[in-house]
T-cell receptor
Framework: AQSVTQLGSHVSVSEGALVLLRCNYS??????LFWYVQYPNQGLQLLLK??????LVKGINGFEAEFKKSETSFHLTKPSAHMSDAAEYFC?????????????FGAGTRLAVHP | GAGVSQSPSNKVTEKGKDVELRCDPI?????LYWYRQSLGQGLEFLIY????????KSGLPSDRFSAERTGGSVSTLTIQRTQQEDSAVYLC?????????????FGQGTRLTVV
């Protein structure tokens, strides 16, 4: 069965600093991986996804993630944090069993950005 | 509409009462999901609808929970005899088609508080 582990429930960075949010997955088959962002009192918005092909995936708002099969990781990065990036971030993997995109989410990482 | 719409946005109910939560998916989307977001449990899959196929109800936590989707569009999640542990944010999502790498578009959620 697929699973996702996000290391660090809270991450705090300075404005302009590198953002690194960690995600490790467990899957018996090549995974489909997603990063979603949730702003306060809002639903989830897709940042980026990995399906097949290029292992470095670029998303919206300057975020990117690299799929590393050898490390079973899909860490999210952004070179320079902005105050508006403060939100909760969820890594997710598709559960293969049903043949549809049933998402298995990590516990989430809350990102704080301070001046 | 432009996005997934959920109503009500907030619901406070007394323990033991029944509640209905509504989801209007994006027009033309055939796949519809319900997830629950609660403290300590993170984001949990509840149920999945695809077209006229039988729904995947494997995530429903008890027989007090049920959902239907009428005409392949609007969905209602019903919780009978609510308990305090049902307090959570209930998120609905829709996708344009079935598929493992298909993006799910989320609504803003219904925050349910059982007192």
């Amino acid at each position: 069965a697929q699973s996702v582990t996000q290391l660090g429930s809270h991450v705090s960075v300075s404005e302009g600093a590198l953002v690194l949010l960690r995600c490790n997955y467990s899957s018996s088959v090549p995974p489909y991986l997603f990063w979603y962002v949730q702003y306060p009192n809002q639903g989830l918005q897709l940042l980026l996804k990995y399906t097949t092909g290029a292992t470095l995936v670029k998303g919206i708002n300057g975020f990117e993630a690299e799929f590393k099969k050898s490390e079973t990781s899909f860490h999210l990065t952004k070179p320079s944090a902005h105050m508006s990036d403060a939100a909760e971030y969820f890594c997710a993997v598709s559960d293969e069993s049903g043949g549809y995109n049933k998402l298995i989410f990590g516990a989430g990482t809350r990102l704080a950005v301070h001046p | 509409g432009a996005g997934v719409s959920q109503s009500p946005s907030n619901k406070v109910t007394e323990k033991g009462k029944d509640v209905e939560l509504r989801c209007d998916p994006i027009s033309g989307h055939t796949a519809l999901y319900w997830y629950r977001q609660s403290l300590g449990q993170g984001l949990e899959f509840l149920i999945y609808f695809q077209g006229n196929s039988a729904p995947d109800k494997s995530g429903l936590p008890s027989d007090r929970f049920s959902a239907e989707r009428t005409g392949g569009s609007v969905s209602t999640l019903t919780i009978q005899r609510t308990q305090q542990e049902d307090s959570a944010v209930y998120l609905c999502a829709s996708s344009p088609r079935q598929g493992l790498n298909t993006e799910a578009f989320f609504g803003q959620g219904t925050r349910l508080t059982v007192v």
